[in-house]
């Protein structure tokens, strides 16, 4: 297993327009987690799932953002109509349930530039 | 608000020197843990601790979790080039908690 894989690395997008990312999970990691990092702050989260069920979306996740895990593998996270504000990086992570250190592997991110 | 507050934000030293970052909230949690972030990578996790008071020793890093589970702190011995990076404390308000709540990082960067 190579960890966990994001897909793609860089996008850039016109306003306006919808994108879709991509996270494929450590095979045998159960939770699945959508987190947005800004420049200079820490990731935050945005929603997580417990193999095909989304236990909690945060208040940051707007109608126009969306996140899917069919089967409880790999998830996607789609933004539509995307804005300025939506330029960020944005990581998936996974991790087994129950995890005694709670620990979370990240992987690369996609980083967004909404122009 | 933020719920993790880390200080210092940036740190710059010279190699060879020692220092301290530290993780403060008014919160308790369940556990804590530190990540280290390479620019354009996800962060990678270091250690996590959950008993108050704890102590973990990763070769010249030393992670402690204070007595009330409030904050925390990362000792870097002897630090070289190879340390730097971007430092982030998260922590589990609960116990198998669903999502992790972050500090804003230090920014470290060890000059040769």
Same mark, same amino acid.
């Given at each position: 297993?190579? *960890?966990? !894989?994001?897909?793609?690395?860089?996008?850039?997008?016109?306003? *306006?327009?919808?994108?879709?990312?991509?996270?494929?999970?450590?095979?045998?990691?159960?939770?699945? $987690?959508? $987190?947005?990092?800004?420049?200079?702050?820490?990731?935050?989260?945005?929603?997580?799932?417990?193999?095909?069920?989304?236990?909690?979306?945060?208040?940051?996740?707007?109608?126009?953002? !969306?996140?899917?895990?069919?089967?409880?593998?790999?998830?996607?996270?789609?933004?539509?109509?995307?804005?300025?504000?939506? !330029?960020?990086?944005?990581?998936?992570?996974?991790?087994?349930?129950?995890?005694?250190? $709670? *620990? $979370?592997?990240?992987? !690369? *991110?996609?980083?967004?530039?909404?122009? | 608000?933020? %719920?993790?507050?880390?200080?210092?934000?940036? /740190?710059?030293?010279?190699?060879?020197?020692?220092?301290?970052?530290?993780?403060?909230?008014?919160?308790?949690?369940?556990?804590?843990?530190?990540?280290?972030?390479? @620019?354009?990578?996800? @962060? #990678? /996790? /270091?250690?996590?601790?959950?008993?108050?008071?704890?102590?973990?020793? %990763?070769?010249?890093?030393?992670?402690?979790?204070? +007595?009330?589970?409030? +904050?925390?702190?990362?000792?870097?011995?002897?630090?070289? @080039?190879? +340390?730097?990076?971007?430092?982030?404390?998260?922590?589990?308000?609960?116990?198998?908690?669903?999502?992790? #709540?972050?500090?804003?990082?230090?920014?470290?960067?060890?000059?040769?």
């Amino acid at each position: 297993d190579t *960890g966990v !894989s994001q897909d793609p690395r860089h996008k850039i997008t016109k306003r *306006g327009q919808n994108v879709t990312f991509r996270c494929d999970p450590i095979s045998e990691h159960n939770r699945l $987690y959508w $987190y947005r990092q800004t420049l200079g702050q820490g990731p935050e989260f945005l929603t997580y799932f417990q193999n095909e069920a989304q236990l909690e979306k945060s208040r940051l996740l707007s109608d126009r953002f !969306s996140a899917e895990r069919p089967k409880g593998s790999f998830s996607t996270l789609e933004i539509q109509r995307t804005e300025q504000g939506d !330029s960020a990086m944005y990581l998936c992570a996974s991790s087994l349930v129950p995890g005694q250190d $709670y *620990g $979370y592997t990240f992987g !690369s *991110g996609t980083r967004l530039t909404v122009v | 608000t933020q %719920l993790l507050e880390q200080s210092p934000q940036f /740190l710059s030293i010279q190699e060879g020197e020692n220092l301290t970052v530290y993780c403060n909230s008014s919160s308790v949690f369940s556990s804590l843990q530190w990540y280290r972030q390479e @620019p354009g990578e996800g @962060p #990678v /996790l /270091l250690v996590t601790v959950v008993t108050g008071g704890e102590v973990k020793k %990763l070769k010249r890093l030393t992670f402690q979790f204070g +007595d009330a589970r409030k +904050d925390s702190s990362l000792h870097i011995t002897a630090a070289q @080039p190879g +340390d730097t990076g971007l430092y982030l404390c998260a922590g589990a308000r609960i116990q198998g908690a669903q999502k992790l #709540v972050f500090g804003q990082g230090t920014r470290l960067t060890i000059n040769p």
